[in-house]
Each structure stands twice: as structure tokens, then as C-alpha cells.
């Protein structure tokens, strides 16, 4: 059975400070999908990156970065200089699908706090 | 429309009522996916379309849970017989296709059965 931790249930961190949101899985399966949401307080879930499990390249997009290590089954999410507008709760997901990406079992969240 | 519509967006109930639940996909988008989401709770699958195929209900929690696509498109979550545990936020997505592709959420219906 696939699982998603989120060890970290809430962080709160000053402007401009660095923030790295942790995300541990487990599967038996070689082949799957990782994910993270943010989902702002209004509510509606936006995606902000896919992995898949051939691809353990790590990915910077502006601010975000994140840390796929399969050998510690762990695929975390830092953003550097956080802003308040990233105030928000943060999903990290895993489909064992392959070919059912959104069918995806997901962590219980971690809520981020940034305070000016 | 631009995103993912989802209708009521607020939804009081009586235990033991029935609800019926909207979403509205992204014209073109040919997956579509429900999720509920219980208070300080990740997201829990409950089921998804693809195309004409026959859906996929692995995640209804119950029986009186069931969901309905016409014409590949519109869906429509009905719950019946309503508890107080079937509270929650309820969030449809949808996405191109299956493989790997972005999934757009809507931002839910909050349900709250009293």
C-alpha cells in the first residue's frame, strides 16, 4: 500500500526567510508519480510540480526547489526567501498509477505560516 | 469556462437527506477525479472518469456514494442518505488525460450535514 507523510502538521517562518517542507513516501512500486499542491486559504488546490520516479533530477522554478532522493524515498519542497503570499497548506502526493496520475494518495498536509 | 467549476459551493444538510454535488470540467479535459477532503485532512480519492470508459469507484467510502458523468462532461456526486461523518469539502479535478498531466481542482464544495 502507497503512503505520504507529512511529518510536519505546521511551520511558521518570518519574510524572507528559507523554508523546506518535508515529504516521505513509501511504495513497493518502481514506477510512480510525486506531487505537490498548495492549496491557498481560498481553498482551490494548485499544482506546482510532477516527478516521476525515473527522474530523480532535481528541479528549481524561481523561488521553489525540490529534493527527490528515491534512496530515502523522501521528495522534499524548500522556497527560499519566502513571502506572506506563500501563506498557505502544501500537499505532497504519490501515484503508483502510471498511468492514472491523479489517482493519488495524499500526505495530511503542511500548513506554512509567514509572517511579515 | 477558464477553471473547474463546482456547484454549490456551500451545502447544509439534514442527516439523512440526499445531496447531489456539481462539477463542471475544463472544456476539452477528458479525466475527471473526486476527492474529499475531511477538516485538517489530506485529500481522499473517491473516484475518477476517463473518456468512456468505465469509471473507477475504488475510493467510495459507501454505498450511498455514487457519481455520475453525462456526455463527458458534467459529473455529478450524489450522496445519500447523509451522515454527519460525510462532512467534508468535496473537490473535483480535472485533467487532459490520465498520464502524468497537471490536474485543475475546483475549489469544492463544503458540505455539512447536521
Known amino acids: 500500500a502507497q503512503k505520504v507523510t507529512q511529518a510536519q502538521t505546521e511551520i511558521s517562518v518570518v519574510e524572507k526567510e528559507d523554508v523546506t517542507l518535508d515529504c516521505v513516501y513509501e511504495?513497493?512500486?518502481?514506477?510512480?508519480?510525486l506531487f505537490w499542491y498548495k492549496q491557498p486559504p481560498s481553498g482551490e488546490l494548485v499544482f506546482l510540480i510532477r516527478r516521476n520516479s525515473f527522474d530523480e533530477q532535481n528541479e528549481i522554478s524561481g523561488r521553489y526547489s525540490w529534493n527527490f532522493q528515491k534512496s530515502t524515498s523522501s521528495f522534499n519542497f524548500t522556497i527560499t526567501a519566502s513571502q506572506v503570499v506563500d501563506s498557505a497548506v502544501y500537499f505532497c502526493a504519490l501515484s503508483e498509477d502510471f498511468d492514472n496520475a491523479g489517482k493519488s494518495t495524499f500526505g495530511d498536509g503542511t500548513t506554512l505560516t509567514v509572517k511579515p | 469556462g477558464a477553471g473547474v467549476s463546482q456547484s454549490p459551493s456551500n451545502k447544509v444538510t439534514e442527516k439523512g437527506k440526499d445531496v447531489e454535488l456539481r462539477c463542471d470540467p475544463i472544456?476539452?479535459?477528458?479525466?475527471l477525479y473526486w476527492y474529499r477532503q475531511s477538516l485538517g485532512q489530506g485529500l481522499e480519492f473517491l473516484i475518477y472518469f476517463q473518456g468512456n470508459s468505465a469509471p473507477d469507484k475504488s475510493g467510495l467510502p459507501s454505498d450511498r456514494f455514487s457519481a455520475e458523468r453525462t456526455g463527458g462532461s458534467v459529473s455529478t456526486l450524489t450522496i445519500q442518505r447523509t451522515q454527519q461523518e460525510d462532512s467534508a469539502v468535496y473537490l473535483c479535478?480535472?485533467?487532459?488525460?490520465?498520464?502524468?498531466?497537471?490536474?485543475?481542482f475546483g475549489q469544492g464544495t463544503r458540505l455539512t450535514v447536521v
Open positions: 472544456s476539452g479535459h477528458t479525466a
Open positions: 511504495t513497493r512500486d518502481t514506477t510512480y508519480y
Open positions: 479535478a480535472s485533467s487532459l488525460e490520465l498520464r502524468g498531466t497537471e490536474a485543475f
